[in-house]
């Protein structure tokens, strides 16, 4: 069974309006959280690193500002899209790890209207 | 982390073996080889990872050549739910980040 829970697993909503993504590790503590977002027809590209208890790391050229993250318990984190526009409609993928092997979640179909 | 080629589409019947192929030339001494698929719409699977030996278990095969530097993923009786793209991924145990870099993959289509 899934070990790493998403929700929601789609949302549309209206340009200008901020989307919580919520990511749940399941049956362990996840120390660390990723999350990656992927266009059409294009691979996975990683956002952001989020550990508990401390600020998340961005991969170069991802807004911190625009994609709040928050990682507040070893099996919670969430991510804040906020002011969302067009052009951040995409899928967004969680990933969590304790020991190998990483664990995804089924991603979050997010369409901005 | 070492980067991966892979080719970007393959296909094979129903009920043979895949084999998946996958170049990684610059890996280094402490860098597993990992491999993932994703299948449409979803979030990446793992499957299967390595150092050196080949490693076996019940949804596939792998198989790492003596200088590292490729490995093979081998789906012994391919089904149609097999068709998904297929990443391979290198990364070193000892990276405190663990991030995992994914390249483009290969598009597998498993023919009826």
């Known amino acids: 069974g899934a070990v790493v829970s998403q929700h929601p697993s789609r949302v549309i909503c209206k340009s200008g309006t901020s989307v919580k993504i919520e990511c749940r590790s399941l049956d362990f503590q996840a120390t660390t959280m990723f999350w990656y977002r992927q266009f059409p027809k294009q691979s996975l590209m990683l956002m952001a690193t989020?550990?508990?208890?401390?600020?998340?790391?961005?991969e170069q050229g991802v807004e911190k500002d625009k994609f709040l993250i928050n990682h507040a318990s070893l099996t919670l984190s969430t991510l804040t899209v906020t002011s969302a526009h067009p052009e951040d409609s995409s899928f967004y993928i969680c990933?969590?790890?304790?020991?190998?092997?990483?664990?995804f979640g089924d991603g979050t179909r997010l369409s901005i209207l | 982390d070492a980067k991966t080629t892979q080719p970007p589409s393959m296909d094979c019947a129903e009920g043979r073996a895949a084999n998946l192929p996958c170049n990684h030339s610059t890996i280094s001494g402490n860098e597993y080889v990992y491999w993932y698929r994703q299948i449409h719409s979803q979030g990446p699977q793992y499957i299967i990872h390595g150092l050196k030996n080949n490693e076996t278990n019940e949804m596939a095969s792998l198989i790492i050549t003596e200088d590292r530097k490729s490995s093979t993923l081998i789906l012994p009786h391919a089904t149609l739910r097999d068709t998904a793209v297929y990443y391979c991924i290198v990364r070193a145990e000892g990276d405190s980040s663990y991030k995992l870099i994914f390249g483009s993959g290969t598009r597998l289509l498993v023919r009826p």
């Open positions: 989020s550990n508990e208890g401390s600020k998340a790391t961005y």
């Open positions: 990933s969590a790890r304790w020991f190998q092997p990483q664990h």
